[in-house]
Structures are given as C-alpha cells and as structure tokens.
C-alpha cells in the first residue's frame, strides 16, 4: 500500500475548534441550566430570548461537525495511491470505535451510572453510524453522492408521517433512523436521541466536497465555490422559511422584530430538518472561504486537531464541576444545584474551554509528533 504525504487544512480544524467551543456551551447549558429546559424546536410563548440564543447556538456543531467529518474522510484518502478502499476500512473502525465509546465512556460521563440505567445515542453515535453508513455510499461516483446526498437532507421530511409502535416490527430501526424513541438496546433501555438518516446525507455531502480540498485547486477557486454553495444554501432557507410550506415546522406567530427572528430561528434539531442543515451548513461554508483569508488561529485549531479528546476531557470535567457546585452551594428542590443567570452559562464555558486549552494543545503536538494509530481516533 502507497503512501503519499499527509496534509492538514487550518480552516477546517479552526471551523471545527470554533464549533466544538459553541457545544461546549451548551452542555454547560444541559449540566448548569437544566431546571430551565427547552424543546426541540422551541417554545417562543415561555423561552426567554437569552435562553433561546444561547441554545441556537449550538445548533452549528452537529451539522457542521458532519460535514467536516466527510471532507476529511476525503482528504485522509488523499494519503494512499488507492483511496477509496483505505478510506473505507478507516470509516468502518473508528465508526465502530464511536459507536462503543458512546455506550461507555461517554453515557459513563454524562450520568456517573453503572451499570446504565439507560443509554442515550447521542452526536458520537450518530457520527459513528454516519462512518459507517459513508464506508458504503462512498463507492457511488461522485455525482451520485451529491444526488443522494442531497434527496437525504432534502427529502426525509416525506417521512416524517411515518410511526411504528413500540412491538411492531422495524420499531428499533426506524427509531434508530428517524424517529426519536426508547427502545431496547442489548436488554438496556435507550434513548435515540439523534435519529441518524438525514445525518448519512450530510456526512456525503461532505465527502463529495472533498476533493475542493485537493493539492490542484486553486484557494481563489474553492473560496468561490465556498461562497456560491454557502450563499445559496442561505437563499434557499429564506426562501423556504419564508413560504412555510416545507422543510421544517410551520413559523409560530410572534410579535416585534425580535419574535420574529426567534421564529425564522427556530429549527429542528432531532432529527436535524432540511432547513436546519440549509443555515449550519450554508453559513459554515462561507466561514469556511474567509477563515482561509483570515490569519490562522492555534487557539481554536489545536481544538480542532483532537476533537475526540476534547469531547471526553471536557465532559468529565464538567460534570466533576457540576457535582462541585452542588456539594459548595447546595442543590434546590428538585436536587439539582442551577445557575441563576444565562450568563453564568457563558462564563463557565469560557473557563472551561480555558482550563481545557493546555491538555488539548499539548495532545495535539503529540498527535504531530506520532501520527497515525490510536491517535488518530481522538
């Protein structure tokens, strides 16, 4: 097997350091702030508009995560003189590998139970099943990708009036793939919390822009076709939003410029809606074309090189402070200790991201100094 040299693209690890920082944000929002819950979408008649702009937030992270995660499939093939089967095998172990770090270390880390009371499938286990599913889709040639890709994202919500019972037959996949449910998972309760069809699409339409990332594209050429793709994917969301006929949920009724933002805002996440992934994607696309013009930042890129590293790390570490802040200050009537303000939540994920920031940076020169091996699982 031929092995050509490797490269890494700063934008791409920027864009996912940024995105990983918002996350971060929002599961201080989920260990800190959860006596304030919100739904998916949200309601505009009780959220309170700080609330409501720190939950969008994180809206970024999944999608564009997704997508990052197919272009770099594409470029982690650009190693081998015959990509598609060494891109192939690599997606199926480390999808494998995700979906088992989801089941342990990482429920492990969100409820300090074991054994489980019950199992939450979650983003790594969508991103799992997503590596999965792009080891076989990948084989299509590359204007299929974009067709299936897109009929993906675009046309799931045509299944959307699709239920199956909990009993009947094909519950536990169809849950699994579009329709948030419990069901039993190796004799243990679980949660599909991301429903991973429209995810597949994302993950290949990642992979299929791939190759805008090969040593013979001109920079000015990608940026153009960054901004073409960014910009249209934003028209088509207004011009969908603004119809309300498809894509998502219809807009609710609100009041004032402010309501009215909050309701062209407020998507669907679970699973992630056509319009959804027209405004994290559409609007990363276009971050990606200027943060190649922007000077590099090591700040946010040594994020982005050990994302893995950074989801377990900061998980533990905050579910440590969490149980800290409860023991120091005493919990309320429900048992858990909360922020009082929004602001708080913003604050702890800046000290957080700052306490993080050594470990992360020292095991990025490490992943440097010795690519490849298990080190490239994290």
């Known amino acids: ?120 499938l979650q983003v790594i286990w969508a991103i799992g099943l997503s590596m999965l599913a792009l080891a076989v889709l990948l084989w299509l040639p590359r204007g299929w990708q974009f067709v299936v890709g897109i009929a993906i994202v675009a046309g799931h919500h045509l299944l959307d009036a699709v239920h199956v019972a909990p009993g009947e037959a094909g519950q536990v996949l169809w849950a699994i793939l579009h329709d948030r449910a419990v069901i039993d998972f190796l004799g243990v309760p679980a949660r599909t919390s991301y429903p991973v069809l429209p995810w597949f699409g994302v993950i290949l339409l990642g992979y299929a822009a791939g190759p805008l990332y090969a040593r013979t594209v001109a920079p000015a050429w990608r940026a153009r076709w960054l901004i073409a793709s960014g910009g249209g994917a934003l028209l088509l969301f207004l011009s969908l939003r603004w119809l309300n006929v498809y894509g998502d949920h219809p807009r609710q009724a609100a009041e004032g410029l402010l309501g009215q933002t909050m309701s062209w805002l407020n998507l669907t996440k679970y699973p992630p809606s056509l319009l959804f992934v027209l405004l994290t994607v559409g609007s990363g696309l276009l971050l990606l074309a200027a943060l190649e013009r922007w000077p590099r930042s090591r700040f946010w890129s040594d994020f982005g090189r050990v994302p893995m590293f950074f989801y377990v790390l900061h998980l533990y570490l905050l579910h440590g402070l969490y149980l800290l802040c409860r023991h120091l200050f005493g919990a309320g009537q429900d048992g858990r200790y909360a922020f009082d303000h929004v602001a708080q939540i913003w604050l702890m994920a800046a000290l957080v991201l700052l306490a993080i920031y050594l470990p992360c940076r020292s095991f990025a020169a490490y992943k440097r100094r010795h690519p490849g091996g298990w080190r490239s699982y994290f």
């Open 1 to 120: 097997m031929v092995r050509l040299p490797a490269q890494r693209i700063d934008a791409i690890d920027t864009l996912r350091g940024m995105v990983m920082a918002l996350m971060l944000v929002d599961h201080v929002r989920e260990f800190f702030y959860l006596h304030r819950q919100v739904g998916d979408p949200m309601d505009l008649a009780s959220v309170d508009p700080a609330l409501f702009f720190t939950r969008l937030a994180s809206h970024w992270c999944a999608p564009i995560f997704v997508f990052l995660t197919g272009v770099g499939a594409w470029c982690y093939g650009q190693k081998f003189a015959d990509p598609r089967p060494a891109i192939s095998r690599y997606l199926l172990k480390r999808g494998l590998f995700l979906v088992v770090l989801e089941l342990t270390v990482i429920n492990f880390a969100w409820t300090f139970v074991f054994p489980p009371k019950m199992l939450y």
